[in-house]
């Protein structure tokens, strides 16, 4: 099998880890989920390798207080938190909330719907990862939230979202108008199939290959994707192995001096969506239908050092952000509290119908 290599050479070794099997389970019930596992948690770490003493204690703190499935968070693995809320423990606080806290919607085309980017008209199954990380930065900072409960959660919510917000379909739908004139999209990427996916993932997406693509690469012979099988084995991880991932990215993706890595949520998302309009879409083979699309290797040689990018710039920015937060040498003024949203009508066990996008 002849293949355009772009994986790491790190075999994974390494303990049983809560966080990733709850993962597993999530990608049982749902074909994606944002950054991978391991793409979370690289990002956790090279935000955590740039905290001073103070934030550093403070994450650590923090993150014990975050409730798992059965285990104790850390600095890194607190960075799957929203993700274990879509597993199967159903006992799990706030299980099958903040599914669409995950992504916002932005149109690739100028006419396409605009979406709220201000709290107030959200609740816990409504909004998108801007009035997301809007709110937790409220209570990052000492303020209340009538959703975000405690410090610890807010905490768990950034170290999450910020990783999100850097995958170019959690800020990017294609959006099309019915025969009734109702606007529908693709869910940045859930409803167009891969038809060239890897062999074991039947249902392979494009927001799936997104999530992934900074692991993959090509079967020139046989004309597929193909993901590093050294993640394939979910319920393994190694701290130390992927501090290493984290090491050779940062070596060869670090942002320059000039990038901006102070808190701006919307242009973060802008840049997201920037990607999804010049690249990700636009260098796609699609059906007519734009339901379905194949992957070249051409495609896969621009995503993989793209994705890569984006990871370790999110690494930057989060440590950054929490250096200002948790590391602040004296406290800011408190920021006012956001309104409630309009009341949740919807079940946990409901809401786990939306389509995910996370």
Known sequence: MTLVRSGFQTKRRGFLCGVIIVCLLTIASSSSRAWDPDGHQIVATIAF????????????????????????YDPVTVACWMDD???HDSNLPYHGLFFPWHYVDFGLEPTDPKPVLEPGQDNETSGNIITALKRAMVVLQGGTDPYITSKAMAYAMVMHLVGDIHQPLHAAAYFYQEANGRWRNDAGGNRVAIVNGPEIEPKYNLHYFWDAAWRVSFDESSGRVVVDLHFENWNRHDARVVHSLAEELEASYKPADSTSL????????????????????????????????????EYVAMANPLARRRIVLAGYRLGALLNATLGATAPGAIPASYPAGPPNTMTPDASITVPPKN
Do not use: C, M
């Open 49 to 72: 390798d740039q905290l001073n003493p103070k934030a550093r204690a403070e994450a650590q703190t923090l993150a014990a207080q975050v409730v798992g499935p059965g285990i104790t």
């Open 85 to 87: 809320l879509r597993g």
């Open 262 to 297: 102070a808190p701006d949520f919307v242009a973060w998302a802008n840049e997201s969506n920037q990607i999804a309009r010049e690249e990700v879409y636009p260098k796609l083979t699609f059906t007519e239908n734009h339901k379905e699309a194949r992957i070249s290797a």
